[in-house]
């Protein structure tokens, strides 16, 4: 199961948020990565068969999140918009966003293999 939400998370930031760019909220990609990876976990939530804790669930709720927005900001240097400013500024937002979201799911994830 950990296999399929990594993957889901995989696709929502390398191809769903660069896909999606304009219906997407928040100027950033590291941002729209964020919105992207929260959508489909809820969608594999919603209409998946779903037999975990809530802790299981909000633990790969923030990874997911954390993966897609990873991936989609790698975006942020290829659009005609980017300058290397804006490129260290969105970074130095979203870095430690992404570190503290993987590092919050991964300690919920293994709290609630003991609960």
Known sequence: RASLYLLAAYISGAFLS???????????????????????FGLILLFGNTDMSILSMLAWFLISGAVSSYLSMNFTGASTYTSLSGVRKEM??????QIAFAIAGLVLLIISKFI
């Open 92 to 97: 130095g937002i979203f870095v430690p966003i």
């Open 18 to 40: 660069p896909l999606l760019l304009p219906l997407l909220p928040f100027r950033h990609f590291g941002g729209k990565g964020l919105v992207s990876g929260f959508l489909v």
